[in-house]
C-alpha cells in the first residue's frame, strides 16, 4: 500500500495496523478533530507511512456480522492530509480499501457501509464507486475489489 507525499511527489509505502492501547493520548486530540477516545470499543485502525510511527490517518470499524458486512463508524485523516496543502494523499482510500479487504476475508463479499455526512456523499460516490442505501453508503464485490487493487496493492499508480 502506498499514499502519495505531495510536496515530493513520490509514493510512499505505508501500512495498516490496529491502534495499540499506548496510542490512544492526547496526540490524537492535537492532530484529530473527532473524540477518538470514544471509539475505544471498536475496532480502530491507524495508518502509517514506512520509517514514520506518526499516525496519518484512523478509521473505525464495527462488524455487523447478521448483516454480513462492515460499517466504518468515523474515518479521518490527520490535520495535516485535508485540503489543499495537505502533506500525504490517499490516505482514506488505503483505509477505506483495507476495510473492503477485511471484509473479504470475514466472508461478507467485500460489504461495507458508513454513514456520511451530507456534504460528502457526493465524493463518496464518485471517488470510491459507494451507493446509497437508506440512510448508508455502501460497497460490495467488484467495487470494493477495484478499490483494493488501486489501493493496496504497490502496482498502483
Not at 515530493?8 to 486530540?29: C, D, F, M, N, R
Not at 455487523?64 to 460499517?71: G, K, M, Q, S
Not at 455526512?117 to 437508506?134: D, M, R, S, V, W
Request: proline fraction near 2%; glycine fraction near 8%.
Amino acid at each position: 500500500m502506498r499514499v502519495l507525499h505531495i510536496a515530493a511527489g513520490k509514493y510512499q509505502e505505508a501500512s495498516v495496523s490496529l491502534l495499540q492501547k499506548g496510542e490512544w493520548t492526547g496526540t490524537l486530540k492535537k492532530r484529530f478533530d473527532f473524540d477518538w477516545e470514544k471509539e475505544e470499543q471498536y475496532e480502530v485502525y491507524k495508518i502509517t507511512v514506512t520509517g514514520d510511527n506518526s499516525i496519518q490517518g484512523l478509521m473505525s470499524l464495527l462488524t455487523i456480522a447478521p448483516e454480513l458486512r462492515l460499517e466504518i463508524r468515523l474515518l479521518e485523516s490527520a490535520r495535516e492530509n485535508i485540503g489543499s496543502a495537505k502533506v500525504y494523499d490517499r490516505i482514506a482510500g488505503c483505509l477505506i480499501a483495507f476495510a473492503c479487504k477485511l471484509a473479504f476475508k470475514r466472508g461478507f463479499g467485500g460489504f461495507v457501509s458508513l454513514v456520511p455526512k451530507t456534504e460528502l456523499i457526493a465524493h463518496y460516490i464518485a471517488k470510491y464507486n459507494f451507493f446509497p442505501q437508506g440512510k448508508h453508503l455502501a460497497i460490495d464485490g467488484d467495487a470494493s475489489f477495484t478499490l483494493i487493487t488501486e489501493y493496496l496493492e504497490n502496482d498502483s499508480k
